[in-house]
């Protein structure tokens, strides 16, 4: 009698640590003990370079694109809202009797953009 009461006790208790009682019944879910979560982990953000390049002509090429050096600002940040998850970085090339006046512009207009990592190169 004392082994069937056992028993039964490690029945009720097993059952509410498992999953508890639904009215007058027990009910057990086996499978979602051992369920894994199936929700893919984050994608890493990407990393992408924005190339900047000041002529000694006065010209600035945005990856490939002459602008104005007026809008470089507005560009930047266009482009760093449209890669809001990327982790972006610009590359600045410059010849070597542009002004040291543009390139400090272009590397305000990347702080302000929120860009911090620049790198500045010779052509």
């Known amino acids: ?3 069937t009461t056992a028993r039964l006790i490690l029945l ?4 509410v640590l498992v999953g508890g009682c ?3 019944a027990f009910s057990f879910d086996l499978a979602g003990l051992f369920a894994r979560d199936e929700t893919p982990p984050p ?3 990407r990393k992408i370079t924005i190339r900047i390049r000041l002529t000694s002509d ?3 090429i945005l ?9 470089i600002g507005p560009e930047l940040e266009r482009i760093a809202r449209e890669l809001d998850n990327a982790i972006l970085s610009v590359k600045i090339q ?5 002004p040291f ?3 400090r512009i272009v590397r305000r207009a990347c702080t302000e953009a929120g860009i911090v990592r620049t790198e500045l190169t010779g052509l």
């Open 1 to 3: 009698m004392k082994n």
């Open 22 to 24: 639904q009215g007058d």
């Open 58 to 60: 006065d010209r600035v």
């Open 12 to 15: 009720v208790l097993l059952a």
């Open 94 to 98: 410059c010849d070597d009797d542009v």
């Open 101 to 103: 006046g543009r390139i």
């Open 63 to 71: 990856n490939n694109e002459s602008i104005p050096l007026s809008t």
């Open 43 to 45: 994608a890493a953000p």
